[in-house]
């Protein structure tokens, strides 16, 4: 028996989402007495892959060749059920991210598996039974889910496990691909980088704007703010729709769905749409002229005010106090 962590890399360097899984997969493989073992597909050194024995992971297969360059989702899930199989895993461990939430069901399926999506803490073991907390209904709600299928998948919410450190190191192996042409009826030809800024469903800040903002010419000093935080751009969906920013930008119920540790609202009313994808973040600060914005009322942190006086004013104190 062992615990599978599916690990993921942007262009050769490991993800934040993998050191979270890597934590994840780790905490469950010591209360199940068992290992926590890893699975890289793609382009990435062993030095990188190497950084996974600190997080208690005891081996770590690597699988590449041309074909598998770029996540293709059929391939990559035969690839992870073959290693969960051969390692005889009891529980794979993904990140809810694009391709983890396409990967997980189809896990779930080659492993005749129970599948838990958006888990944001460890699960309560009682035998073969896991009781494990997930978002649900839009971030609105926590579900406590039961699952006791002789094999389990388990997608984590980005941000929402704590990641640690435990020493140790991991013995790096290479993992043969069991693929067919089959596994490749869908190919990705090719992929066009939108933008360099940080992953917005992986940021740990992110400066968020809204109608308040008046206008697309206003962002400079959204960015500028972003910038001088190291944080990712989002904005409200009236300012996609209208084509200001983005749709990559767009959080809450249509959008992406954030868990950053920081969430600066500025100009956004609050809307329930809204909320439903940013209220899972830890900390929240909200910017708006009017006391009565719905968005205080879940705010850690609340300016009332001009955001066109107030963000320059707070660009200005972060520069002075980075010197
Ligand atoms: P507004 O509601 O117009 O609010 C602007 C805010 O800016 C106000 O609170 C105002 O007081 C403040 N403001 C104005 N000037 C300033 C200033 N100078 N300084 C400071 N503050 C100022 N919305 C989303 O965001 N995400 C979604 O995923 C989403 N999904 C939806 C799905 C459905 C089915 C529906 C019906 C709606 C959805 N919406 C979504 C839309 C949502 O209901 C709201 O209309 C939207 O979030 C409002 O955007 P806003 O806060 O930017 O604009």
């Not at 800024?197 to 697309?216: D, F, N, T």
């Not at 209220?279 to 300016?303: H, L, R």
Request: proline content about 4%; overall charge negative; some cysteine.
């Amino acid at each position: 028996m062992s615990v599978l962590v599916y690990i993921e890399n942007t262009d050769g360097q490991l993800k934040k989402s993998a050191f979270e899984v890597a934590t994840y997969g780790k905490d469950i493989a010591t209360q199940l007495n068992t290992e926590a073992i890893a699975l890289s597909i793609g382009d990435i050194s062993t030095d990188e892959l190497s950084k996974l024995g600190a997080y208690g992971i005891s081996k770590v297969y690597h699988v590449t060749n041309d074909d598998l360059k770029t996540f293709v989702n059929q391939a990559y899930a035969s690839i992870v059920a073959a290693a969960a199989k051969q390692e005889n895993a009891s529980v794979v461990v993904l990140s809810n991210t694009f391709s983890g939430k396409g990967l997980a069901p189809r896990l779930a399926t080659k492993l005749e598996a129970g599948i838990v999506s958006g888990a944001i803490s460890l699960p309560t073991i009682n035998g073969n039974t896991f009781e494990v907390q997930k978002t649900a209904f839009s971030n609105k709600a926590i579900a406590t889910v039961v699952v006791d299928s002789a094999v389990k998948v388990i997608t984590i919410n980005p941000n929402s496990y704590t990641v640690k450190e435990v020493g140790g190191s991991a013995a790096l192996e290479n993992f043969t691909a069991p693929v067919q042409s089959s596994d490749f009826s869908t190919v990705v030809k090719d992929i066009v980088r939108a933008t360099d800024k940080i992953s917005l469903p992986e940021a740990e800040i992110v400066v968020s704007a809204g109608r308040g903002m008046k206008g697309p010419e206003n962002w400079s000093m959204i960015e500028e703010l972003a910038e001088v935080l190291g944080a990712a751009t989002a904005c409200s969906k009236p300012v996609s729709d209208a084509g200001w920013r983005p749709h990559s930008e767009h959080v809450g119920q249509t959008g992406i769905v954030v868990s950053p540790n920081l969430y600066i609202a500025i100009g956004i009313s609050g809307a329930i749409q809204h909320l439903a994808g940013v209220s899972s973040s830890k900390t929240i600060v909200v910017i708006n002229k009017d006391p009565e914005a719905p968005f205080f009322k879940v705010a850690d942190y609340g300016i009332v005010g001009d955001a066109f006086t107030i963000v320059p004013k707070l660009i200005e104190a972060l520069k002075a106090h980075k010197g």
